[in-house]
């Protein structure tokens, strides 16, 4: 009888080199989705459990969007990592993900214009590069979702966003994520 031909490996299944040292064993990613289950912006117990769901050894998850600072904030219950509770409470949904050997990555946010006053500290205007409003959008169930108007940074605030950014990023490393398992 004729030896079976090896079967051919399923793309998506075979490893990739990412950058210059991240190793996944597969293709297959997490993208990005807001789950809105953080109450009070603090990632809960619950998201251990959805994220150690779906890593895989080798594999690779990114985290819904994650706010920088109170000012990034646009919609309801979704997590940030600007206070040492929400990096905190981030570091048990990092172990599970870790315990099951994958890489995780945590996508930070600013939803800029896209916020009302009701998002903002204080009722403030949501801050923005521009002062044109963003349109009212259709939700998948038909109704509409409204926007506040924005206020233009100036120039010399930008740098207080950056920095919003800078501090997330060290608070979202030292929860764990972006590091090799
Ligand atoms: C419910 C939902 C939430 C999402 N949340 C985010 C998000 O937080 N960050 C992001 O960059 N993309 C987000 N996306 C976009 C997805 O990550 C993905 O890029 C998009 O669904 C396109 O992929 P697809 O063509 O495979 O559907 C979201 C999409 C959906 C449907």
């Known amino acids: 009888m004729e030896p079976q031909a090896e079967p051919?490996?399923?793309?998506?299944?075979?490893?990739?080199?990412?950058?210059?040292?991240?190793?996944?064993?597969?293709?297959?990613?997490?993208?990005?989705?807001t789950r809105q289950r953080s109450y009070g912006n603090v990632p809960q117990p619950h998201a251990a459990v959805y994220y150690g769901q779906r890593a895989?050894?080798?594999?690779?998850?990114?985290?819904?969007?994650?706010?920088?600072?109170?000012t990034a904030q646009?919609?309801?219950?979704?997590?940030?990592?600007w206070t040492a509770e929400q990096a905190?409470?981030?570091r048990p949904v990092v172990d599970a993900?870790?315990?099951?050997?994958?890489l995780f990555f945590c996508q930070l946010w600013h939803v800029g214009r896209v916020s009302k006053y009701g998002f903002q500290p204080g009722g403030a205007a949501p801050v923005s590069s521009t002062e044109r409003m963003v349109g009212?959008?259709?939700?998948?169930?038909?109704?509409?979702?409204?926007?506040?108007?924005?206020?233009?940074?100036?120039?010399?605030?930008?740098?207080?966003?950056?920095?919003d950014f800078r501090k997330a990023t060290r608070n979202a490393i030292n929860a764990g994520t972006y590091m090799r398992t």
């Open 8 to 33: 051919k490996p399923i793309p998506l299944m075979t490893p990739y080199k990412m950058g210059a040292s991240l190793d996944l064993a597969h293709r297959v990613v997490l993208a990005p989705l």
């Open 97 to 102: 993900v870790h315990a099951k050997g994958a």
């Open 74 to 81: 646009g919609y309801t219950d979704t997590p940030g990592v």
């Open 88 to 90: 905190e409470a981030w």
């Open 56 to 70: 895989t050894p080798g594999g690779m998850l990114i985290t819904e969007a994650t706010g920088v600072s109170d």
């Open 136 to 163: 009212p959008q259709v939700r998948h169930d038909g109704s509409t979702k409204e926007f506040s108007p924005p206020r233009r940074l100036a120039a010399e605030e930008i740098p207080m966003i950056v920095d």
